[in-house]
């Protein structure tokens, strides 16, 4: 498939555009669930080798981290850390003597102060700058601060004594927590091959930095799955019914993703895992919910003593380890909770005692609460794209938030008829999906039909067999068989999915010119032409953003397109531009000099704009809000450009020498050199564009030099 687009731009450089897809854009998301044959295979086909052990799945999440295999009968499990949990929070201490502790043995050190980092994954691929990192930043009882030095300029690091660490590292310590964890169950065997989940919206640039983090932590990342889609084969290779509309509403410790989706049933198989719509938040989640009750304790305390809470990171974290813990507990009584709150301010040590209920807890949590429907909705609006008359017939709880009673009973209350599945553990369903596809990734039977192995006696009930028993995941959920399991590691699984924003590179005029177009599939490639406009042109530069708005600086830059030196030839000197999107979604660009076959990749930048906008919603929905504002200005560019060709054309064709009328070719040049200036300063105007063109074509007419 190839479309062609021809635009001729005569501002720094002139191009076509042609996309090649490498996936044809689809409207949804389709997940081939194949090779689901109904032959089996003895215990000699059907080996522990059959698919790879030493290739996993990792939810590297905002609070907590999980990591999941395929065991020999094909049936996924999670991997226990070595402290028997099969989950560990996403904390980090970096020690004086530069020692590392992480998850609970980071937690429950001693005076950690300001060298336990947490929320790690809200500052991956950010700026500092970021509102969304400022905010953070009040409650966050580590140091942030502003890298100043090159190549990262901008970006948010965090200061742990006089060192900065930038927040990839951080998240490579969780990595290589999870690789120990993975190395430790398999006796010893390196773990090199992982798929790892990432939020449904997260920007090409965070995408990157999280696999620098995998770079770091020895890993090879076979592919960045979506959270949601992870969450989607977890459920499918669950489900037993076909053709039911379902919903999975994943609400974690700091992101939320909702999509919708159907198994299709062919030939009497499950054969399509069909997902029709995803939306989410990528800064909401238990940490806002924490956060909330953290402020609502300060302000009683501020209250009775009529002091202000004192500003110390240790206290303020204190605090935040005993609301995370009041909250946890709400979710399974009704009783008061209390937190002995103690601070020492003006060198007086002040108590009080907070007293919060779950009704209370509810009530301080309504608008949060009620915001995850708002995006439902959304998600619901998309999927009527697909299917118009669509009813939600099963819902999908996933994260560890989901465990707030009210957060059910705000689903029943919308979703009466609905059905509530409870068949995938919460806090296992990302990395268990994710598990699925890094085995069939890894393992090259996958290339053509993979068989389905004969259920061995040991699994046919639902007594896990025992192998690895404690991490079988039938044991907690009882009413899903192991036939049902036994089957995720034998499926095919293709999966295509799609840009959250636009990507898009600024030209003449600050325009942000779409290159590869919000909802394409990846992966996918562009190719841009492009010509100098000037003789002896020294340099290409080009900034790269992702967002909707026509104004270049009303998106995110991302980085930035840079080739010095260029071969001094005349005007109209080729140059190519391929845009590429691979397979986890994360932007390559390699611009080329054709005269002289240099080369010059994407510089990711973290010192553009600051970023008002905390997710990919709002920049949808200003694009929708400024809309008329953005065709005025896309006009006022297209009214500019076209002045700007004229001029150069009428320039070309004065000549050099007219006997009689040198006069008139020395005005000529000087109006048309004025009308340059003018078009250099990107008017906005496009009534005042038309009336300079207009007032110069008729003085330069009166020439009568053409």
């Given at each position: ?443 090259p039977r996958y290339k053509n039909q993979a068989p389905k192995p004969q259920q061995s006696s040991s699994s046919s ?34 999966i295509r999915e799609s840009l959250p924003l636009s990507i898009g590179m600024e030209i003449r005029g600050g325009v942000n010119k779409i290159i590869i177009k919000r909802g394409t ?186």
């Amino acid at each position: 498939m190839q479309n062609v687009i021809k635009t001729k731009i005569n501002v720094g450089m002139q191009y076509d555009i042609r996309y090649k897809m490498l996936q044809t854009f689809v409207p949804h998301y389709i997940f081939r669930l194949k090779g689901m044959s109904n032959s089996t295979c003895d215990s000699n086909s059907c080996s522990k080798n059959q698919i790879s052990e030493r290739t996993i799945g990792i939810d590297l999440g905002t609070t907590r981290c999980c990591v999941a295999a395929i065991d020999k009968n094909g049936i996924p499990f999670t991997i226990e850390n070595d402290q028997g949990l099969k989950t560990t929070p996403s904390y980090v201490l970096y020690e004086s003597n530069s020692n590392v502790k992480v998850g609970k043995a980071a937690m429950n050190s001693q005076y950690p102060g300001e060298k336990l980092i947490y929320d790690s994954k809200r500052l991956i691929g950010r700026q500092y700058s970021d509102q969304a990192v400022t905010e953070d930043c009040e409650r966050w009882s580590f140091v942030v601060v502003r890298n100043d030095t090159e190549p990262d300029e901008g970006k948010a690091m965090i200061k742990v004594n006089d060192r900065l660490i930038a927040p990839e590292k951080v998240s490579a310590e969780l990595l290589k927590s999870m690789k120990r964890d993975a190395e430790r169950h398999f006796g010893g065997q390196e773990v090199k091959n992982a798929v790892i989940t990432v939020p449904a919206y997260f920007n090409s640039r965070q995408k990157e930095m999280t696999m620098e983090a995998a770079k770091i932590a020895g890993l090879n990342v076979l592919k960045l799955l979506t959270e949601p889609t992870a969450a989607a084969i977890a459920l499918g290779i669950k489900s037993t019914e076909s053709n039911r509309i379902k919903m999975i509403y994943d609400l974690g410790g700091g992101t939320f993703d909702v999509s919708i989706g159907r198994i299709v049933e062919k030939n009497g198989q499950k054969s399509e895992l069909e997902i029709f719509a995803i939306s989410g938040h990528t800064h909401l989640g238990g940490e806002d919910f924490d956060n909330i009750i953290i402020e609502d304790a300060i302000k009683h305390f501020q209250d009775k003593h009529e002091v202000n809470y004192p500003d110390s990171k240790t206290t303020r974290r204190r605090l935040c380890n005993q609301c995370r813990e009041v909250k946890e507990n709400m979710a399974n009584t009704i009783s008061n909770q209390q937190i002995d709150m103690v601070a020492t301010v003006d060198d007086k040590r002040l108590s009080y005692t907070y007293t919060i209920n779950q009704a209370q807890f509810y009530e301080l949590c309504k608008e949060k609460f009620e915001g995850t429907l708002s995006i439902v909705d959304e998600a619901i609006e998309n999927a009527r794209k697909v299917v118009p008359d669509i009813v939600i017939d099963d819902i999908l709880l996933v994260g560890g938030s989901t465990r707030i009673p009210r957060i059910k009973e705000l689903l029943r209350e919308k979703f009466p008829n609905a059905k509530i599945l409870h068949n995938v553990n919460p806090d296992e369903a990302v990395a268990v999906g994710a598990a699925i596809l890094a085995a069939q990734l890894s393992d090259p039977r996958y290339k053509n039909q993979a068989p389905k192995p004969q259920q061995s006696s040991s699994s046919s009930s639902n007594q896990p067999s025992s192998n690895n028993n404690k991490n079988d995941m039938s044991i907690n959920y009882p009413e899903i068989t192991s036939n049902t399991d036994i089957e995720s590691g034998y499926m095919r699984l293709e999966i295509r999915e799609s840009l959250p924003l636009s990507i898009g590179m600024e030209i003449r005029g600050g325009v942000n010119k779409i290159i590869i177009k919000r909802g394409t599939v990846y992966p996918c490639e562009v190719k841009i032409p492009t010509y100098t406009v000037v003789d002896n042109q020294p340099s290409f530069t080009a900034d790269i953003f992702e967002g909707e708005r026509a104004r270049a600086r009303d998106n995110v830059r991302i980085g930035t397109i840079v080739m010095n030196y260029l071969r001094p030839v005349e005007r109209g000197s080729k140059h190519t531009t391929t845009f590429t999107i691979d397979n986890s979604g994360i932007l390559h660009i390699k611009h080329v000099e054709e005269v002289s076959g240099r080369t010059a990749p994407l510089q990711i930048n973290f010192n553009g704009q600051r970023n008002l906008n905390i997710d990919v919603a709002n920049y949808v929905e200003q694009a929708s809000r400024f809309k008329a504002a953005d065709e005025l200005f896309l006009l006022a560019s297209s009214l500019r450009r076209a002045f700007e060709d004229d001029l150069h054309q009428k320039k070309r064709q004065l000549g050099s020498n007219r006997q009689g009328l040198e006069n008139n070719i020395a005005r000529a040049r000087s109006i048309i050199d004025s009308c340059l200036a003018y078009c250099g300063g990107f008017p906005e105007n496009p009534n005042e564009i038309a009336q300079n063109r207009n007032a110069f074509n008729i003085e330069f007419n009166g020439l009568q030099l053409i």
